[in-house]
């Protein structure tokens, strides 16, 4: 059993900050790309951050210069600093991971529940 469980998501007023945080736990034995995603309402769910075990990053355009994308292997935790928010950053935001389990050959994605990110004008 793997989970993916988020934190640190609430209420900024915009030019405010946040830090999001997803600890991985459970029977997991490697964690290739962990990332964060997230979905408006009446919106579909986007990429925002992605990074690799090496540590290569990918951003969207959207949230370039703002937010940044780290990884603690050690901990099997992904965090996202958010900075300069902006009313159109308001979201749910999910914690995403490629990894592989425990006992078996394959990769398989996980999700987590998800936490929301309100950023008010």
């Known amino acids: 059993q793997v989970q993916l469980v988020e934190s640190g998501g609430g209420l900024v007023q915009a030019g405010g900050s946040l830090r999001l945080s997803c600890a991985a736990s459970g029977s997991i034995f490697s964690i290739n790309v962990m990332g964060w995603y997230r979905q408006a309402p009446g919106k579909q769910r986007e990429l925002v951050a992605v990074i690799t075990g090496g540590g290569s990053t990918n951003y969207a355009d959207a949230v370039k210069g703002r937010f940044t994308i780290a990884r603690d292997t050690t901990k099997n935790t992904v965090y996202l600093q958010m900075n300069s928010l902006k009313p159109e950053d308001t979201a749910v935001y999910y914690c995403?991971?490629?990894?592989?389990?425990?006992?078996?050959?394959?990769?398989?994605?996980?999700w987590g529940q998800g936490t929301q990110v309100t950023v008010s004008s």
């Open positions: 995403n991971a490629d990894l592989v389990v425990l006992g078996t050959p394959r990769q398989y994605n996980y």
